[in-house]
């Protein structure tokens, strides 16, 4: 409940709400730790030490279905690379290499950021999508981590058009930074998007974008939550892969990538052995790449 809600305190009514979700009952237990208000504490790391099993270095083996999972994904990237799918959702754990896959695999098919593909890591506003959406019409865009963009409705609004199976998918907003090209003479509609374009790049942000536009693009999404926090329509629009790994099968494939990015053997397992450590006394709630392989850079 702590992972699904990004917090720890939570009301009667929705830790009753999140196990009814979760098909599990609540342990009596549960209502010890009130914090007034109607308010009860979880912590994940202490609650996660009562029950989960132990992890030991020697018993880690490969798995092969995670790499099966991350191959599925390498595939379905190339076929975004090549641009014969609009739209791809890729949700699952944090730090198990979802990012680092996808942008793996989007340069080996050949691709060159900021001129065939970008990366959008910050927040945005429906506005700000737009834009990018229309700076970025014929590139393959990569929104890591926007999960704001699935609770405005108008930002879902946006993407449901550019995500169309149509064969021409246009998006229109109508603001005052808008110009209207409604009824403009094809030739003058090009040179107005050109201009505007190159406005943007070079940073005017006082530039007039056109009320509406074609979307050339493919975006890849790429998020912690589960896909049922997605908007329906675009969820409908995409091809969406679930990387939800178990806490084993991280420490499996994290195994795996140290062995291969950590070029002293000593310090790799030092590393992943200091991590289960950490893990099995419930210090470390959750494994992921990233502590290990920074953990092996400290060393």
């Known amino acids: 409940i702590t992972k699904h809600h990004r917090k720890q305190k939570f009301t009667r009514q929705e830790i009753r709400a999140f196990a009814a979700y979760k098909g599990v009952t609540v342990p009596s237990e549960i209502w010890d730790s009130s914090v007034g208000r109607n308010l009860y504490s979880m912590k994940a790391a202490s609650d996660v030490k009562l029950s989960r099993?132990?992890?030991?270095?020697?018993?880690?083996?490969?798995?092969?279905?995670?790499?099966e999972l991350f191959e599925d994904l390498n595939a379905l990237m190339q076929v975004i690379s090549k641009k014969k799918m609009n739209s791809l959702i890729i949700t699952g754990n944090a730090g198990i290499g979802k990012t680092h896959t996808v942008i793996q695999t989007i340069e080996k098919q050949g691709l060159?950021?900021?001129r065939d593909y970008v990366v959008f890591r910050s927040k945005t506003s429906p506005l700000g999508l737009y834009m990018n959406l229309f700076l970025h019409h014929d590139k393959v865009i990569v929104f890591d981590d926007l999960d704001d963009l699935f609770t405005n409705d108008d930002c879902a609004s946006i993407l449901k058009a550019?995500?169309?199976?149509?064969?021409?998918?246009?998006?229109?907003?109508s603001s005052k930074k808008m110009q209207n090209v409604v009824g403009m003479d094809a030739t003058k509609r090009l040179q107005l998007e050109t201009e505007a374009r190159e406005q943007l790049l070079k940073g005017n942000p006082e530039v007039l974008l056109p009320n509406r536009f074609v979307f050339r693009g493919?975006?890849?999404?790429?998020?912690?939550l589960s896909?049922?926090?997605?908007?329906?329509a675009v969820l409908s629009r995409s091809m969406n892969i679930d990387m939800s790994l178990s806490d084993h099968q991280v420490f499996s494939r994290m195994k795996s990538i140290a062995d291969e990015l950590v070029n002293n053997p000593e310090i790799a397992k030092k590393s992943m052995m200091t991590i289960?450590?950490?893990?099995?006394d419930g210090t470390l709630a959750h494994p992921n790449m990233r502590t290990v392989l920074n953990y092996a850079n400290v060393l």
């Open 112 to 114: 060159a950021r900021e």
């Open 162 to 173: 550019a995500l169309d199976s149509y064969d021409v998918r246009e998006i229109s907003w």
């Open 276 to 280: 289960i450590d950490k893990y099995n």
């Open 218 to 224: 493919q975006i890849v999404f790429i998020s912690n």
């Open 227 to 232: 896909s049922d926090k997605f908007d329906k």
């Open 53 to 67: 099993p132990k992890i030991n270095y020697s018993s880690i083996t490969k798995d092969k279905s995670v790499d």
